[in-house]
């Protein structure tokens, strides 16, 4: 495989407006995030739930021969640690339940002209407790594409389809995204997933407003102690909305903090018979970190006010 060294290339590539889902290129990214105890939703047993989930990703980028092409080979893992306490009849049991997600994502990014842009991202996923012998229920293959469309240094817009697993199930949905950069603010929509505006983005420190969905569905392969019932998988969304603040260390290095309300939670175990059992939290508080390096550039086309 041909993989072009010159990375002063691709960074002035990736700044020129292919970096469709990311206000930054980051390279490498580490993040934590803490969901304090809740109480279950419909439940009289006393029954709580809290969460820890991190997450490391690796992006690598590789132009290709024609310089109108670029691939993004992204690694990723997230640990989603689910903390249960409450009642059954035999008296209080305390458990905690570990989900694990190993994927390599694979992004083609095709100027089309300097209008037109495509983006086509497929992603093979391992999604599992892995308590077990991996078997095909384990993986799944998520995907989405998307065409941009650049009005000008200030404003793109585009829409596509994605399979995912978002919503805690897996899903064909309709894609859209919007991008608006002033010297001082940004806005990116990328529906349904992400929602943000950012103020002075050009500075060391900026901060602003994000809303963002996630979730998951993962193979379940041992039993759930405080559901008491064979559990075949593991369905888990939910909403963050709240501030956001970032600050530069340096050219290359950031540090993240986000807060702020987790709604809309789901957490639902199904069984063989896909019958469910639901362990939906209250809304609750969230909390987290994330520290991320990235190329050193230079914006000299910065949109002017």
Same mark, same amino acid.
């Given at each position: 495989?041909?993989? #072009?060294?010159?990375?002063?290339?691709?960074?002035?590539?990736?700044? &020129? &407006?292919?970096?469709?889902?990311?206000?930054?290129?980051?390279?490498?990214?580490?993040?934590?995030?803490?969901?304090?105890?809740?109480?279950?939703?419909?439940?009289?047993?006393?029954?709580?739930? &809290?969460?820890?989930?991190?997450?490391?990703?690796?992006?690598?980028?590789?132009?290709?021969?024609?310089?109108?092409?670029?691939?993004?080979?992204?690694?990723?893992?997230?640990?989603?640690?689910?903390?249960?306490?409450?009642?059954?009849?035999?008296?209080?049991?305390?458990?905690?339940?570990?989900?694990?997600?190993?994927?390599?994502?694979?992004?083609?990014?095709?100027?089309?002209?300097?209008?037109?842009?495509?983006?086509?991202?497929?992603?093979?996923?391992?999604?599992?407790?892995?308590?077990?012998?991996?078997?095909?229920?384990?993986?799944?293959?998520?995907?989405?594409?998307?065409?941009?469309?650049?009005?000008?240094?200030?404003? #793109?817009?585009?829409?596509?389809?994605?399979?995912?697993?978002?919503?805690?199930?897996?899903?064909?949905?309709?894609?859209?995204?919007?991008?608006? =950069? *002033?010297?001082?603010?940004?806005?990116?929509?990328?529906?349904?997933?992400?929602?943000?505006?950012?103020?002075?983005?050009?500075?060391?420190?900026?901060?602003?407003?994000?809303? =963002?969905?996630?979730?998951?569905?993962?193979?379940?392969?041992?039993?759930?102690?405080?559901?008491?019932?064979?559990?075949?998988?593991?369905?888990?969304?939910?909403?963050?909305?709240?501030?956001?603040?970032?600050?530069?260390?340096?050219?290359?290095?950031?540090?993240?903090?986000?807060?702020?309300?987790?709604?809309?939670?789901?957490?639902?175990?199904?069984?063989?018979?896909?019958?469910?059992?639901?362990? *939906?939290?209250?809304?609750?508080?969230?909390?987290?970190?994330?520290?991320?390096?990235?190329?050193? #550039?230079?914006?000299?086309?910065?949109?002017?006010?």
């Amino acid at each position: 495989m041909y993989i #072009k060294v010159n990375i002063k290339i691709v960074i002035l590539f990736l700044v &020129g &407006g292919l970096n469709v889902f990311a206000q930054d290129f980051e390279l490498f990214k580490i993040e934590s995030t803490y969901y304090p105890m809740q109480n279950i939703e419909e439940s009289d047993l006393n029954r709580e739930i &809290g969460f820890w989930e991190w997450s490391a990703k690796l992006t690598i980028p590789q132009l290709l021969k024609n310089e109108k092409s670029l691939l993004l080979h992204q690694l990723r893992y997230t640990n989603l640690r689910a903390e249960m306490e409450g009642n059954l009849l035999s008296g209080p049991t305390e458990a905690t339940k570990t989900y694990h997600t190993m994927s390599y994502g694979l992004s083609w990014i095709e100027t089309l002209n300097p209008k037109w842009q495509l983006v086509v991202n497929v992603l093979p996923t391992l999604a599992s407790d892995l308590e077990g012998a991996l078997s095909g229920d384990d993986f799944l293959f998520l995907a989405n594409a998307i065409a941009i469309r650049t009005k000008n240094s200030r404003f #793109k817009y585009g829409f596509g389809l994605a399979y995912t697993t978002s919503f805690g199930r897996q899903l064909v949905i309709p894609m859209g995204m919007l991008k608006y =950069r *002033t010297n001082t603010t940004a806005i990116d929509l990328l529906l349904p997933n992400k929602l943000s505006v950012i103020f002075h983005i050009n500075k060391p420190f900026n901060y602003g407003l994000q809303a =963002r969905l996630d979730g998951g569905l993962f193979n379940n392969n041992s039993t759930v102690q405080i559901i008491n019932e064979e559990v075949d998988a593991t369905s888990y969304s939910r909403l963050n909305i709240g501030p956001v603040m970032t600050y530069k260390l340096n050219d290359f290095l950031k540090i993240d903090l986000e807060g702020g309300m987790a709604v809309g939670r789901r957490l639902t175990f199904i069984d063989s018979n896909d019958d469910t059992f639901n362990r *939906t939290p209250e809304n609750g508080l969230f909390f987290k970190v994330g520290l991320s390096i990235s190329p050193k #550039k230079k914006n000299k086309n910065a949109p002017k006010d």
